[in-house]
């Protein structure tokens, strides 16, 4: 199970609380993009053994959607933060590398 930190609210709660909504920080293409780059935009994901950051909501709380980093083996959630952002932020990735030296953002 999954405990995770709403970092909008400050609640912490197990995963049935919140929903996951997919990957996060994928590409959107604009307009005049290639039928190919829609459709992979639209069904193509990554489902790697690894660390990865994922889209959540807090369904059961605020509703907030916010981003987490988590270990898809281990389970292990490094950090949560805002959905306001484009990238993970550098605090998360150091928190990453201190937890995981050898491991390298895809």
């Known amino acids: 199970m999954l405990l995770l930190k709403c970092p909008c609210c400050g609640v912490e709660g197990e995963e049935t609380e919140f929903h ?4 996060a920080h994928i590409r959107r293409h604009a307009t005049g993009s290639t039928d190919g780059e829609f459709a992979s935009y639209m069904f193509e994901r990554k489902n790697p053994k690894a660390v ?3 889209r959540w909501r807090h369904v059961f709380g605020c509703g907030k959607w916010f981003h987490a980093a988590r270990c898809t083996v281990t389970l292990e959630v490094f950090a949560t933060y805002g959905a306001q952002v484009l990238a993970p932020p550098k605090p998360v990735i150091a928190k990453i590398k201190a ?6 953002q895809k």
């Open 52 to 54: 990865v950051f994922e």
């Open 99 to 104: 937890r995981r030296p050898d491991w390298r």
């Open 20 to 23: 996951c909504g997919g990957e």
